[in-house]
């Protein structure tokens, strides 16, 4: 047990599918013997990987065999190296005594080293395994010896494990062979870990989660290697600290120092061509035809050795389209290797690249090579920037603008700052320019400079500041169209700032200035300045207007100003798709969702979340998925819920707007919560508690109560249940839906207090805010009535709920609903054949419905009260054959839980569950899982 808990403290992520084929391998090898080769580029955690097997293996002799480069020419120095770790296994046992191994002569005979190896092996009790780690550098008399044991081993409980570089070598020919041969074996390549992986790794050193653009810039400068990473945010964990913004974290210089070591080792004995080669790569950067490397490389004098370097690994080298591209093997190496060259070579490099090259790759290489101010290389990004803009390129462009600003000199400062600032609000990636609002606050007063400082503020929640430019926006007359388009962009951001200050009022009050400052905006062609030109859209800005209007005269209480509103926007919305239209969605969608009309909301959201694919600047562009996920919840699409909810969270921290992420975090819990997963809800229930107070959105704040209400539910903890409902009346703000009182009920009823569990249902029924979203009136007064004894009322209260109109809206909590129904029912002494059927109906439906939700403890519940009727009406056993263990694994899945699940509720591997699962089939004649779950259903036939 102490073995399984260390392991589990280094968790090895993107490698769990790797780790779960070697334990099953290992199962299996202990009846007829296995092997797995594990291979991947250096860095790539083969070592890593090899050690967390070996601790999982209980019961097993584990052999572990390191070999050394240094000592690849060295006769059975891999030999010795397992001869040593033989006696000293022998020196811990009573064979001690038999004398040790004699370590092998450079002049032995393979096949006599073998037999030795073999002898001593033999003589081991019980399985064993043998790891070689970096394989490929096994000396030819060491690779001889272990053919010779391992094929006699073949067959007995004997696993043999290798790691080693992709090439061919004899220990990877050696595994050609055994696989031809058994069919127990696995070849796992593990390639570089995923952006997501990534995102789970740092969460894991850094103790807080990254932004997926974070954690994509990452992985690129490492090319996923999961030890370069784990060096690098060792190295930054105080430089992610400092970022403004999680999203606005740039990789800095610094992290490469902890890899010049690294790099040096790759160098070591390299021939001056080689190097140059990786230099010069190293420099360029993009990937490049070899033949216009070689062309730059020839016009700097340089004698470069490009193949030299991809030998190396220093160089990645690619064919595409039949021609051959190379490149840096990552980012850090590039950054390591053209830190070690002097700033004149580095600028003679980049100058003679900006002649070679064309179109932005040129003018990068420009821009590197520039040592002074320089008016026409700014005019030239500028102009550049704009462009690729209006080709939708926002990181290039955002790159060049930043260029701009930073080559300027006093003449050009203000117009690069304004540029990189209005491209920052055309793609809503302010994140990016938060370091500079000083330099904005310092820029002399203008329209330009007003509306990019208007947003910076409110992002920076300083909203009064904000209010004041916004304000300044409305009074101050417009007299040229460029004047005007900043003015009509203003109108509408004007409502944000006082709905973040809670004034849902002065939007109301704004209303009709902000239409007639939108009614102004000017055609786009009118606008002189081309960087203004696509503020000049007076459709997206009312349409945002009336989203933020309509959500304000809902919290205001205006019906008189809500239905025209949302009329007009239905009409306005007709055929127009943009990120406008996702705020608009949204904004609207939580008024429906507060006023119970979730068909509406569902409508808008689902529309919202598809725009947001092709629209991904928008405003809310977090809380189209965050809240349509809730939706999903709600209306029992629990895997499409589940899966939007994670998205959420794996992009939230890219939002401009942070906000939705501790919510994303709340909706990513709820599913999980249902299904009984109490370690998951409390690791995302503990990270969202983490998130900054000031950015804490407004929706629904009764979420993380909720999925702690409903965790304890699933679980059958009445009490947890009723806490978490404590917690949530605490915590409740007028946006709540108020769906802690259904659980309130629910607790109450079932920890045996009726007085209180009346009381609470009245107030439910009373209050005009409470919604059925968690469960009806008709279920929670049936859940009152049992808790007072009166049982029939209380039947009859469950079965209003599963029947009465609109309860297919809310599966899950229909069938809780059928779930009581059913059990009270069958509870009742003396009932008719026709109350029992009636019963047993409404539990197989309920069942059904869990099922599908992958609601594994409530599906248990239904499955255990079927089984006990159906055994008290006969004596078979569908399950009779089965052992204990096989039973308890077969009622778990027969609940849906998956293998992992189940694993982790009998303290056994994933590995072990396989095999009770196999067994459980073969010992009743079935195919599927689906099968014995259809079997765990069936009713039993009378003896």
Same mark, same amino acid.
């Given at each position: 047990?102490?073995?399984? %808990?260390? #392991?589990?403290?280094?968790?090895?992520?993107?490698?769990?599918?790797?780790?779960?084929?070697?334990?099953?391998?290992?199962?299996?090898?202990?009846?007829?013997?296995?092997?797995?080769?594990?291979?991947?580029?250096?860095?790539?955690?083969?070592?890593?990987?090899?050690?967390? %097997?070996?601790?999982?293996?209980?019961?097993?002799?584990?052999?572990?065999?390191?070999?050394?480069?240094?000592?690849?020419?060295?006769?059975?120095?891999?030999?010795?190296?397992?001869?040593?770790?033989?006696?000293?296994?022998?020196?811990?046992?009573?064979?001690?005594?038999?004398?040790?191994?004699?370590?092998?002569?450079?002049?032995?005979?393979?096949?006599?080293?073998?037999?030795?190896?073999?002898?001593?092996?033999?003589?081991?009790?019980?399985?064993?395994?043998?790891?070689?780690?970096?394989?490929?550098?096994?000396?030819?008399?060491?690779?001889?010896?272990?053919?010779?044991?391992?094929?006699?081993?073949?067959?007995?409980?004997?696993?043999?494990?290798?790691?080693?570089?992709?090439?061919?070598?004899?220990? @990877?020919?050696?595994?050609?062979?055994?696989? @031809?041969?058994?069919?127990?074996?696995?070849?796992?390549?593990?390639?570089?870990?995923? !952006?997501?992986?990534?995102?789970?790794?740092?969460?894991?050193?850094?103790?807080? &989660?990254?932004?997926?653009?974070?954690?994509?810039?990452?992985? +690129?400068?490492?090319?996923?290697?999961?030890?370069?990473?784990?060096?690098?945010?060792?190295?930054?964990?105080?430089?992610?600290?400092?970022?403004?913004?999680?999203?606005?974290?740039?990789?800095?210089?610094?992290?490469?120092?902890?890899?010049?070591?690294?790099?040096? #080792?790759?160098?070591?004995?390299?021939?001056? @061509?080689?190097?140059?080669?990786?230099?010069?790569?190293?420099?360029?950067?993009?990937?490049?035809?070899?033949?216009?490397?070689?062309?730059?490389?020839?016009?700097?004098? /340089?004698?470069?050795?490009?193949?030299?370097?991809? =030998?190396?690994?220093?160089?990645?080298?690619?064919?595409?389209?039949?021609?051959?591209?190379?490149?840096?093997?990552?980012?850090?190496?590039?950054?390591?290797?053209?830190?070690?060259? @002097?700033?004149?070579?580095?600028?003679?490099?980049?100058?003679?690249?900006?002649?070679?090259?064309?179109?932005?790759?040129?003018?990068?290489?420009?821009?590197?090579?520039?040592?002074?101010?320089?008016?026409?290389?700014?005019?030239?990004?500028?102009?550049?920037?704009?462009?690729?803009?209006?080709?939708?390129?926002?990181?290039?462009?955002?790159?060049?603008?930043?260029? $701009?600003?930073?080559?300027?000199?006093?003449?050009?400062?203000?117009?690069?700052?304004?540029?990189?600032?209005?491209?920052? /609000?055309?793609?809503?990636?302010?994140?990016?320019?938060? *370091?500079?609002?000083?330099?904005?606050?310092?820029?002399?007063?203008?329209?330009?400079?007003?509306?990019?400082?208007?947003?910076?503020?409110?992002?920076?929640?300083?909203?009064?500041?904000?209010?004041?430019?916004?304000?300044?926006?409305?009074?101050?007359?417009?007299?040229?169209?460029?004047?005007?388009?900043?003015?009509?962009? =203003?109108?509408?951001?004007? &409502?944000?700032?006082?709905?973040?200050?809670?004034?849902?009022?002065?939007?109301?009050?704004?209303?009709?200035?902000?239409?007639?400052?939108?009614?102004?905006?000017? =055609?786009?062609?009118?606008?002189?300045?081309?960087?203004?030109?696509?503020?000049?859209?007076?459709?997206?800005?009312?349409?945002?207007?009336?989203?933020?209007?309509?959500?304000?005269?809902?919290?205001?209480?205006?019906?008189?100003?809500?239905?025209?509103?949302?009329?007009?926007?239905? +009409?306005?919305?007709?055929?127009?798709?943009?990120?406008?239209?996702?705020?608009?969605?949204?904004?609207?969608?939580?008024?429906?969702?507060?006023?119970?009309?979730?068909?509406?909301?569902?409508?808008?959201?689902?529309?919202?979340?598809?725009?947001?694919?092709?629209?991904?600047?928008?405003?809310?562009?977090?809380?189209?998925?965050?809240?349509?996920?809730?939706?999903?919840?709600?209306?029992?699409?629990?895997?499409?819920?589940?899966?939007?909810?994670?998205? #959420?969270?794996?992009? =939230?921290?890219?939002?401009?707007?942070?906000?939705?992420?501790?919510?994303?975090?709340?909706?990513?819990?709820? !599913?999980?919560?249902?299904?009984?997963?109490?370690?998951?809800?409390?690791?995302?229930?503990?990270?969202?508690?983490?998130?900054?107070?000031?950015?804490?959105?407004?929706? *629904?704040?009764?979420?993380?109560?909720?999925?702690?209400?409903?965790?304890?539910?699933?679980?059958?903890?009445?009490?947890?249940?009723? #806490?978490? !409902?404590?917690?949530?009346?605490? $915590?409740?703000?007028?946006?709540?839906?108020?769906?802690?009182?259904?659980?309130?009920?629910?607790?109450?009823?079932?920890?045996?207090?009726?007085?209180?569990?009346?009381?609470?249902?009245?107030?439910?029924?009373?209050?005009?805010?409470?919604?059925?979203?968690?469960?009806?009136?008709?279920?929670?007064?049936?859940?009152?009535?049992?808790?007072?004894?009166?049982?029939?009322?209380?039947?009859?209260?469950?079965?209003?709920? !599963?029947?009465?109109?609109?309860?297919?809206?809310?599966?899950?909590?229909?069938?809780?609903?059928?779930?009581?129904?059913?059990?009270?029912?069958?509870?009742?002494?003396?009932?008719?054949?026709?109350?029992?059927?009636?019963?047993?109906?409404?539990?197989?439906?309920?069942?059904?419905?869990?099922?599908?939700?992958?609601?594994?403890?409530?599906?248990?519940?239904?499955?255990?009260?079927?089984? +006990?009727?159906?055994?008290?009406?006969?004596?078979?056993?569908?399950?009779?054959?089965?052992?204990?263990?096989?039973?308890?694994?077969?009622?778990?899945?027969?609940?849906?839980?998956?293998?992992?699940?189940?694993?982790?509720?009998?303290?056994?591997?994933?590995?072990?569950?396989?095999?009770?699962?196999?067994?459980?089939?073969?010992?009743?004649?079935?195919?599927?899982?689906?099968?014995?779950?259809?079997?765990?259903?069936?009713?039993?036939?009378?003896?």
């Amino acid at each position: 047990m102490t073995d399984q %808990v260390r #392991a589990d403290e280094r968790p090895l992520f993107g490698r769990d599918r790797a780790r779960e084929t070697m334990l099953l391998v290992a199962h299996r090898a202990q009846e007829r013997g296995g092997a797995v080769l594990v291979t991947g580029e250096a860095g790539m955690g083969k070592t890593a990987l090899l050690a967390d %097997v070996a601790e999982r293996l209980d019961g097993w002799t584990v052999l572990r065999v390191h070999a050394d480069s240094f000592e690849s020419d060295l006769a059975y120095a891999t030999v010795e190296t397992l001869v040593r770790g033989l006696n000293a296994l022998r020196s811990g046992t009573r064979r001690g005594a038999a004398g040790a191994i004699r370590p092998p002569s450079p002049g032995d005979d393979p096949l006599t080293v073998g037999r030795l190896l073999l002898d001593a092996i033999d003589a081991i009790d019980g399985p064993v395994c043998l790891i070689v780690d970096d394989a490929q550098w096994v000396d030819e008399p060491s690779a001889r010896a272990l053919r010779f044991l391992v094929r006699r081993l073949a067959e007995q409980s004997f696993l043999f494990t290798a790691a080693t570089r992709p090439q061919q070598n004899s220990v @990877s020919g050696l595994f050609d062979d055994l696989a @031809s041969t058994t069919t127990n074996h696995a070849r796992i390549e593990l390639t570089p870990l995923t !952006v997501g992986d990534t995102q789970e790794l740092a969460r894991h050193i850094l103790g807080h &989660p990254v932004s997926r653009r974070t954690a994509t810039r990452l992985t +690129e400068a490492t090319q996923g290697s999961p030890l370069l990473l784990s060096v690098l945010l060792g190295q930054l964990r105080d430089t992610f600290a400092q970022a403004l913004h999680p999203a606005g974290w740039d990789l800095p210089a610094t992290a490469i120092t902890p890899l010049a070591t690294a790099i040096a #080792a790759s160098l070591d004995g390299a021939d001056p @061509s080689v190097r140059a080669a990786a230099e010069l790569i190293a420099v360029l950067r993009d990937p490049l035809p070899l033949p216009v490397a070689g062309t730059i490389a020839q016009r700097l004098g /340089m004698d470069v050795d490009v193949h030299g370097a991809v =030998a190396r690994g220093l160089v990645l080298a690619e064919t595409r389209d039949g021609v051959v591209r190379v490149e840096p093997a990552h980012a850090i190496l590039a950054d390591a290797l053209a830190g070690e060259l @002097s700033l004149e070579r580095r600028v003679a490099i980049h100058r003679v690249a900006s002649e070679v090259l064309s179109g932005h790759r040129a003018l990068r290489h420009r821009v590197e090579a520039a040592d002074r101010a320089d008016p026409t290389l700014v005019a030239e990004l500028l102009s550049a920037a704009l462009t690729v803009s209006d080709l939708g390129q926002a990181e290039q462009a955002l790159s060049y603008a930043r260029s $701009a600003v930073d080559l300027a000199d006093d003449g050009d400062a203000e117009r690069a700052l304004l540029e990189l600032g209005l491209i920052a /609000m055309r793609f809503r990636m302010h994140e990016r320019i938060l *370091d500079l609002r000083p330099a904005f606050e310092a820029t002399p007063p203008s329209p330009t400079r007003d509306a990019v400082l208007l947003e910076l503020r409110t992002l920076s929640r300083d909203l009064p500041g904000a209010l004041a430019l916004a304000l300044e926006f409305e009074r101050r007359p417009a007299r040229t169209p460029d004047e005007r388009a900043l003015r009509s962009h =203003a109108a509408e951001a004007l &409502p944000k700032v006082l709905m973040a200050m809670g004034d849902f009022a002065g939007v109301i009050d704004h209303l009709d200035a902000a239409r007639e400052h939108i009614a102004a905006s000017p =055609a786009p062609v009118e606008v002189a300045d081309p960087a203004l030109r696509w503020l000049a859209a007076p459709q997206d800005d009312l349409t945002r207007l009336l989203g933020w209007a309509i959500n304000s005269a809902a919290h205001s209480r205006r019906p008189d100003l809500f239905g025209p509103l949302t009329a007009e926007l239905d +009409e306005l919305l007709v055929g127009h798709e943009s990120p406008a239209a996702v705020d608009a969605l949204v904004s609207r969608s939580r008024v429906f969702i507060l006023s119970g009309d979730i068909g509406r909301a569902r409508a808008d959201l689902a529309r919202a979340a598809e725009l947001v694919r092709r629209f991904p600047s928008s405003w809310t562009a977090g809380f189209a998925r965050t809240m349509y996920a809730h939706i999903l919840f709600l209306t029992g699409e629990w895997e499409d819920s589940v899966t939007l909810a994670d998205t #959420a969270v794996a992009l =939230a921290l890219d939002e401009t707007d942070l906000s939705c992420w501790p919510i994303a975090l709340w909706t990513s819990a709820l !599913v999980r919560a249902g299904r009984g997963e109490a370690e998951a809800v409390e690791e995302r229930l503990r990270a969202a508690a983490h998130a900054d107070p000031r950015i804490t959105g407004s929706y *629904d704040g009764d979420l993380p109560h909720l999925a702690r209400a409903e965790l304890g539910r699933a679980l059958g903890r009445p009490r947890d249940q009723l #806490a978490a !409902v404590e917690q949530a009346e605490a $915590a409740a703000s007028r946006g709540s839906t108020l769906g802690w009182l259904s659980y309130r009920v629910d607790a109450l009823a079932a920890l045996g207090r009726p007085e209180e569990a009346r009381e609470a249902y009245e107030r439910a029924a009373a209050s005009p805010m409470w919604r059925p979203y968690y469960g009806s009136l008709r279920w929670l007064e049936g859940r009152a009535l049992e808790a007072e004894g009166r049982i029939p009322e209380a039947v009859e209260a469950y079965r209003d709920a !599963v029947d009465e109109p609109g309860a297919e809206l809310f599966p899950f909590p229909r069938a809780v609903a059928a779930l009581d129904a059913g059990r009270l029912a069958l509870a009742q002494p003396g009932a008719s054949p026709a109350a029992t059927e009636r019963g047993r109906a409404q539990l197989e439906a309920a069942a059904e419905t869990f099922r599908r939700l992958g609601a594994a403890g409530y599906l248990a519940r239904c499955v255990r009260l079927l089984d +006990e009727t159906a055994v008290a009406t006969s004596a078979v056993d569908p399950l009779a054959t089965l052992t204990t263990r096989e039973r308890q694994v077969a009622h778990a899945l027969a609940a849906g839980m998956t293998n992992k699940e189940i694993a982790e509720r009998l303290y056994v591997s994933v590995t072990t569950v396989n095999f009770h699962v196999r067994n459980i089939l073969s010992k009743l004649g079935l195919r599927s899982r689906r099968d014995l779950r259809s079997l765990s259903r069936r009713r039993p036939v009378k003896s």
